[in-house]
């Protein structure tokens, strides 16, 4: 009998095999290909533990009681998720800081917040600290504006 500890188990497992299944598709540099530690190692040990993790969750003995689906906030959910799509679609056009604003806003927003200046001034400090962190401390590049400011 399934009970809600299997049922997420069981999701669990699927996506942690469609993950590890992913992780080999990562292309290593040829002095990567070596080391010790590289771009597929957290990945792999991240999918091991969680396909262990799963099977314990599916295996172990629990309760029969069949779970209860009502009462969580599906539509909000799925929303966040659509909201995630689209920004990875258009933070390469409005670049880093306008999608990033704008996605936490609408985030925000659909997740209950109504006070838009708390909104609008966390939502700038922490992409600004973020764009700041990224590209002046630890030197990654992130296109800040979309490409007609350049």
């Known amino acids: 009998m399934i009970n809600a500890n299997r049922l997420g188990g069981l999701i669990f497992l699927v996506f942690c095999v469609g993950y590890g299944y992913l992780t080999t ?10 080391a010790a530690f590289t771009a597929k190692t957290l990945p792999h040990a991240l999918t091991f533990l ?11 003995p629990g309760d029969e ?3 209860d689906l009502r009462g969580y906030h599906w539509k909000q959910g799925l929303l966040i998720c659509l909201l995630m799509v689209i920004y990875g ?5 409005f670049g880093f800081i306008p999608s990033t604003v704008i ?4 985030g925000f927003y659909i997740l209950g917040e109504r006070r838009w200046v ?10 600004v600290f973020f764009w700041v962190l990224m590209t002046q401390f630890l030197g990654v590049y992130i296109a800040a504006w979309p490409d007609i400011f350049h």
Not at 50 to 60: D, F, N, P
Not at 103 to 106: D, G, R
Request: proline share 5%; aromatic share 6%.
């Open 103 to 106: 996605f936490l806003l609408s």
């Open 25 to 34: 598709k990562i292309t290593l540099l040829p002095f990567q290909q070596n």
């Open 50 to 60: 969680g396909v262990v993790l799963s099977l314990v969750l599916i295996i172990k």
């Open 65 to 67: 009681q069949m779970p």
């Open 89 to 93: 679609f258009v933070i390469r056009s």
């Open 118 to 127: 708390m909104m609008l001034l966390t939502a700038l400090i922490l992409v």
